[in-house]
């Protein structure tokens, strides 16, 4: 097995909607925002070549969108998906399988392309994986989440054939778990693998960046904040106690992070990248 880290460019989100209830005064020394009260994020993916399988988890924005669309998100950055697959010698029809932490529209919008008047599927050899739950949840969205669970992003990919749903309770595959976290929206799917004897875990956006780790710390757009609150306390426990790496898919510096108790509660131990940690 090996893994990659898929860079592919930065984004800016409303400061405020990041951190929800936590004041712009506390948030502001770890994620600085611009005069228009954005901070910059990015969408940083983990490739897995582990045997006949390369799993790509989640796919970011994409570029199908119009100009409408993309004027509120200021995508820049040098780095994109295709140029870092190439990278390590990858095309994305190599790509076997796609695990969708969940369906809003950074995590999946890549997933997708626009040819002509068609939506397809942009990796044409891969199969798409998402959960029942979540994907009832983002084909019939609650007023809240209704921006963000976009169509054109959803349905081509069941369309096309290539959607599949994981099981709750059935591994991946014998070196990947699939994790669940409720807080952020239905059932969003937290890939856990094991590597050269460390477990990883791919937080998605239970922890969008070392910003976020305290535990009031909790996004405007979680659809019950008090969930991912108890969400977080199982899981940051269990994360310290068995020294669990976590990939950070929105950290605009941080890729992966451990953490440790501290008077304060728990909080960062280190920051690295899977380069540093694995060489």
Request: aromatic fraction near 12%.
């Amino acid at each position: 097995m090996k893994l990659y880290t898929i860079d592919t460019g930065f984004f800016k989100l409303d400061g405020g909607s990041m951190f929800g209830v936590v004041p712009k005064s506390l948030w502001q020394r770890t994620n600085p925002a611009d005069e228009r009260n954005l901070c910059t994020w990015t969408n940083r993916l983990l490739l897995i070549e582990d045997g006949r399988q390369l799993i790509l988890i989640d796919t970011a924005i994409g570029d199908k969108q119009d100009e409408k669309f993309f004027s509120h998100y200021f995508l820049h950055g040098d780095a994109t998906l295709d140029g870092s697959l190439a990278k390590y010698g990858f095309h994305r029809d190599d790509i076997t399988d796609i695990i969708l932490t969940h369906l809003h529209f950074d995590h999946c919008g890549g997933a997708i392309k626009r040819d002509g008047e068609r939506l397809l599927p942009a990796f044409k050899n891969a199969r798409f994986w998402s959960n029942e739950k979540h994907w009832e949840w983002a084909i019939n969205p609650n007023p809240r989440e209704k921006a963000s669970f976009l169509r054109e992003n959803i349905l081509p990919i069941q369309e096309s054939g290539q959607l599949h749903f994981v099981k709750e309770g059935e591994s991946f595959s014998p070196n990947i778990d699939i994790r669940y976290a409720h807080g952020h929206t239905e059932s969003m799917m937290l890939p856990q693998i094991q590597y050269r004897g460390k477990t990883i875990l791919y937080m998605a956006d239970l922890l969008p960046s070392v910003g976020h780790i305290p535990l009031p710390y909790v996004m405007g757009y979680d659809v019950r904040p008090l969930t991912t609150m108890d969400e977080r306390q199982h899981y940051w426990n269990e994360i310290v106690e068995n020294e669990y790496i976590l990939f950070l898919e929105h950290d605009p510096t941080n890729a992966c992070c451990t953490l440790d108790y501290t008077e304060k509660g728990v909080r960062l131990k280190e920051a690295f990248s899977l380069e540093d940690m694995f060489g």
